[in-house]
């Protein structure tokens, strides 16, 4: 067997193993033009008939709130808790990869332990605070803990990428009269663009789509998420129709996949380094 036939076998396994991986993901948008009786009738991906009716039905909602409300709490909750944590984290990972103070190590083993901590351990604690400050059914539990810097995950990868940038950039920059923010503003963030993507698209799709904080913490219809919206159309009814289920939710899709489209260039070097290649 020559080295081009290998090629050719392989290329073939490679291609129907991503066929086998997205086909879900086509199902699931090819659903969303199929009648609902088609639906559970063929598992093919073209549709006998295409109709965009499941998406003009479907965006109506359950007729006290519509998707367009949905599509825009969603945007709301998300895009304010990730510049917050954006910021946060940055100015966390910053002070433990460059400053000294007392109990630096202490809290900085302190901060990656949480990491370990599950979240049904915690969401009671939480959900008793954020009650007793009047916080229920607004975005603030989602916003106050992205300002505080509560996601270690994130400070530890800005530490890490902080580490990896040589202190000889920053000691130039202190000659000439910089002070420490100015040298994280005009130095070290153009640097660290790929590790703020990366948390641009973790956290923006963890929020995204995230059902269960969104459920305990928001009670009314009216400030609902996609994923809660999602939730109520498919218990409005007893009789489902699915492919109107199906294009809401290739709708809730497509931020973050244009999202991730759009950044995977600095995402996928945020993941393969750490500061400056050498």
Known sequence: MNSLTKKIIIYVLLALFG?????????????????????????????????????????????????????KNSFLLVVPTVIFTILSCTLVGYGFARFQFPFKGALFMLMISTLMLPNASIIIPRYIIFNKLGWLNTY?????????????FFIFLMVQFFRGIPKELEESAYI????????????????CKPAI?????????????????????????????????????????????????????????IPSIILFFLCQKYFVEGIATTGLKG
Do not use: H
């Open 19 to 71: 066929v086998l991986m997205i086909y879900p993901l086509l199902w699931v948008f090819s659903a969303s033009f199929k009648s609902n009786a088609e639906i559970f009738t063929t598992i093919g991906l073209i549709p006998s008939r295409f109709s965009f009716s499941a998406f003009a039905e479907g965006w109506k909602g359950t007729g006290q709130v519509t998707f367009g409300t949905y599509l």
């Open 140 to 152: 603030l539990p989602f916003y106050i803990p992205a300002v505080l810097g509560c996601y270690p």
């Open 176 to 191: 000439d009269g910089c002070n420490s923010f100015v040298v994280l503003v005009r130095i070290l963030l153009p640097l």
């Open 197 to 253: 993507i990366s948390t641009l698209i973790f956290q923006f799709i963890w929020t995204w789509n995230d059902f269960f904080n969104s459920l305990v913490y928001i009670n009314s219809v009216t400030k609902y998420t996609m994923m809660l919206g999602l939730n109520t159309f498919i218990d409005a009814t007893s009789k489902m129709n699915w492919n109107e289920v199906m294009a809401m939710s290739v709708v809730a899709m």
